[in-house]
C-alpha cells in the first residue's frame, strides 16, 4: 500500500462456502479509489467471524502496510465494523451506504406500503430539482436532512419502525453530498463485486478515469457534525 493514497475506501464482508459441505464464512474486503481517481483492491481476509477484532485486525493490517486514512469511508452499519474504524482510521470521515440503509427500512414496511416507502426514500437524496448548480456544502446536507424530516412525519403513523430505523445515525447517510456531485453516485454505497469504477469528471474524456479536481487534500465544506478531519 505504500505509495497509494486513497480519497474513499469502500469495507465490506461477505459470507463464502470455502469448500463443498462446509458452512459459509465470512470474507472482509477492501477497496478504494485513490486522489488520481484509479480503482484500486486494497485487501482482503478470510475470517472465523465477522467481529470488531476481526475487523480491527484487517484494517490495522493495511495501515501497517501503508495505508492512510482516506478522506471517506464508505460501509454498511456494522456495528462490529464501525468500532473497528473509530479505532484504526478514525480521523477519516464515514458514509453509511444507502443502498444498505434502504433495505432495512424496507424490511420493517408492510408489503403494500414497500414501493412507495422505496420511491420516498431515494427522492430524500435525489438533488434534480435543485438543477444544474448544486455546490456540495452544508446547506446541501440540511436541505436533504429537512427532506429526511418530511419523510419521518409522514410515514411515522404507519411505518414507526421504519422511520425509527432511517433516523437511526442519520448525519452518517449525508456526509458524501460535501464531496463533488459528480462523485455522488458512487461514494453514496459500498455495493460492489470488485474494486469500484472511479467517478468521471464531465470535463474529461470518459476513456479514462478523472483525476479529482482537488487532489484528495481538503473538502469543499466540511459537514457540520465533526468537522472534516485531518488526514496527517
Known sequence: ??????????????????????????????????????????????????????????LTDLTARGLRPPLLIVSDAALVLIGAVEQVLS????????????????????????????????????????????????????WVQRRIDAFAETWAGRCPAAVKCLLSDRQSLTTYLCFPIEHHKRVRHSNSARPAAAPRSSATSPARPAAFPWSGRCLIAPPAAGAAKSRN
Open 1 to 58: 500500500m505504500t505509495g497509494v493514497e486513497l480519497d474513499y475506501l469502500f469495507l465490506d464482508a461477505s459470507h463464502v462456502k470455502m469448500r463443498e459441505g462446509s458452512r459459509a464464512e465470512p470474507i472482509l474486503a477492501a477497496w478504494g479509489i485513490t486522489t488520481a481517481g484509479k480503482p484500486v483492491f486494497v485487501g482482503l481476509a478470510a475470517v472465523g467471524s465477522e467481529s470488531t477484532g476481526a475487523w480491527h485486525d484487517f
Open 91 to 142: 480521523r477519516s470521515l464515514r458514509q453509511r451506504c444507502l443502498a444498505q440503509r434502504a433495505r432495512n427500512v424496507l424490511a420493517k414496511v408492510s408489503a403494500g406500503d414497500q414501493a412507495e416507502v422505496k420511491a420516498a426514500y431515494w427522492q430524500n437524496v435525489d438533488l434534480t430539482e435543485l438543477g444544474e448548480n448544486v455546490t456540495p456544502d452544508q446547506q446541501l446536507v440540511d
